[in-house]
């Protein structure tokens, strides 16, 4: 070791939730005996994951793509499918790969069964995000689908709602949104069913990154939960900057003898987090 070195140390808590894990794990399983295994829809929101999955044989298909498979081997990623998805399979003798996480089908499962009660279904989430295609889906795409409390429109909603939430938005806006409702006299069933996988993560990545001089963030620039926890990162931290790969980590924002940490989103592999941190250790152990 000499006194010029820097100090890095990956977050223990960032790499894939639960559920985006177990997905790849079995994407990893069906390619070991099975080619070609295609996904609908991107796996995980983050390119050099992508990569890595395409380089091992995984083919992307988008919907279009999709339904004019027969007779293959398809893989459902984390987000879950709504019903349409599983009658295409049947129809077209699909041999189905089912990697829904398990909470986002126990969600899936509740607003059915709300929906059949007869139950106005309201959805906390974004419009076109795949998990919430599913989660309407289980109401034959009849729920309203809210962004925000701030778009609502309080005269197109009856009195009487059931809420659930997209499982990856901010616990936040899900109150806030709740709030808006009750004042506005609504009765609400509300139905918190935001992951904690990801609310656990906002804690999780201010106490880490306050902990250091600089932070290196690293997600997908597509992914919504990668730019919210670098934000949340940023309000700790100011030293904080955003990479996708570890060439875009430039050397100049650090300085011998600094302690840097590196963390990133839910959908973040763990051995991108380890290259990047590998990357700053080399380059100051060669340098100096
Ligand atoms: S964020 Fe939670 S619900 Fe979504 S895939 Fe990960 S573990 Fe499952």
């Not at 996480?101 to 419009?127: H, L």
């Amino acid at each position: 070791m000499n006194n010029r070195e820097v100090f890095v140390t990956v977050d223990p808590s960032a790499g894939f939730c639960f559920g985006v894990e177990r997905a790849v794990i079995m994407a990893e399983d069906a390619l070991d005996h099975d080619h070609p295994v295609y996904c609908l829809g991107e796996m995980v929101h983050n390119d050099e994951e992508l990569k890595r999955l395409q380089r091992i044989g995984l083919q992307h298909v988008d919907r279009k793509e999709y339904n004019k498979l027969s007779g293959q081997t398809v893989l459902f990623r984390a987000h879950g499918e709504p019903p349409e998805s599983y009658a295409h399979a049947a129809r077209h003798k699909l041999n189905i790969i089912d990697a829904s996480c398990p909470i986002v089908k126990k969600v899936q499962q509740r607003i059915k069964a709300s929906y059949e009660e007869g139950a106005f279904i309201m959805i906390y989430g974004k419009p076109d995000h795949p998990e919430v295609i599913g989660l309407n889906g289980q109401t034959g795409h009849q729920a309203l689908v809210v962004e925000s409390a701030e778009t609502l429109n309080l005269e197109s909603i009856p009195e009487e709602i059931c809420l659930y939430s997209q499982t990856t938005q901010s616990l936040q806006g899900f109150h806030k949104l709740v709030e808006a409702l009750k004042r506005a006299g609504k009765k609400v069933d509300v139905n918190h069913t935001i992951c904690r996988h990801v609310s656990n993560r906002f804690p999780q990545v201010k106490a880490f990154c306050e902990q250091f001089d600089k932070v290196v963030f690293v997600g997908g620039r597509r992914s919504s939960n990668a730019q919210s926890l670098y934000e949340t990162a940023r309000e700790v931290n100011l030293n904080t900057w955003f990479v996708s790969s570890p060439e875009e980590v430039n050397m100049n924002w650090f300085k011998p003898g600094d302690r840097i940490g590196i963390t990133g989103a839910t959908s973040t592999p763990p051995w991108l987090l380890s290259e990047v941190a590998e990357k700053i250790h080399q380059h100051f152990s060669q340098h100096h």
